[in-house]
Antibody, heavy 118, light 106 residues
Framework: QVQLQESGPGLVKPSQTLSLTCTVS??????????WSWIRQPAGKGLEWIGR???????NYNPSLKSRVTISVDTSKNQFSLKLSSVTAADTAVYYC??????????WGQGTLVTVSS | AIQMTQSPSSLSASVGDRVTITCRAS??????LGWYQQKPGKAPKLLIY???SLQSGVPSRFSGSGSGTDFTLTISSLQPEDFATYYC????????FGGGTKVEIK
């Protein structure tokens, strides 16, 4: 079955750009009527949707993060990526990727902790 | 932006109890709502989609109802493995999560 795995630096300096990649295995990122999302969760807090991409390349972003977020897809590598610019300590969180169809987010990656600190 | 107000934020219950969690949307979202269970250190798990459809493999003690602005997740008989945090998620225009409900052991 389809599995997702996040990867990227676990530590990012303030004001720099956070970059993460989600690798999809067990199926093609281009198959089916799915889109692919990034979600984050600060320690001890709730879930926040960051944005999504369709394999056509069309994107939607959370308005609260829109000015700093870019999501892209590389169908040849079966991956999609997140870039979040001008990070601060408030961006410290576990970052998840997920396959989505409407409100069905399934499966999810295991999550990766990104800490923003100098 | 559509706001999802989830209540209660936490509850204490015993094994065998019937548990009800609610989510209210700030505007109508048809039935574009899902429910998720999250255990510590783990990714959320989809339980219910389209407000009332049970995800494959999820026990039938979980059920969802509602449409428009008011939605409910019910666990008919709480089991030890159900102690977790539950979130609703709407995807009417773009996705947004409720604040979560932590279900603890009484």
């Amino acid at each position: 079955q389809v599995q997702l795995q996040e990867s990227g630096p676990g530590l990012v300096k303030p004001s720099q750009t956070l970059s993460l990649t989600c690798t999809v295995s067990g199926g093609s990122i281009s198959s089916g009527s799915y889109y692919w999302s990034w979600i984050r969760q600060p320690a001890g807090k709730g879930l926040e949707w960051i944005g999504r991409i369709y394999t056509s390349g069309s994107t939607n972003y959370n308005p609260s993060l829109k000015s700093r977020v870019t999501i892209s897809v590389d169908t040849s590598k079966n991956q999609f990526s997140l870039k979040l610019s001008s990070v601060t300590a408030a961006d410290t969180a576990v970052y998840y990727c997920a396959r989505c169809r409407l409100q069905q987010f399934d499966p999810w990656g295991q999550g990766t902790l990104v800490t923003v600190s100098s | 932006a559509i706001q999802m107000t989830q209540s209660p934020s936490s509850l204490s219950a015993s094994v065998g109890d019937r548990v009800t969690i609610t989510c209210r949307a700030s505007q109508g979202i048809r039935n574009d709502l899902g429910w998720y269970q999250q255990k510590p250190g783990k990714a959320p798990k989809l339980l219910i989609y389209a407000a009332s459809s049970l995800q494959s493999g999820v026990p039938s003690r979980f059920s969802g109802s509602g449409s428009g602005t008011d939605f409910t997740l019910t666990i008919s008989s709480l089991q030890p493995e159900d102690f977790a945090t539950y979130y609703c998620l709407q995807d009417y225009n773009y996705p947004g999560f409720g604040g979560g409900t932590k279900v603890e052991i009484k």
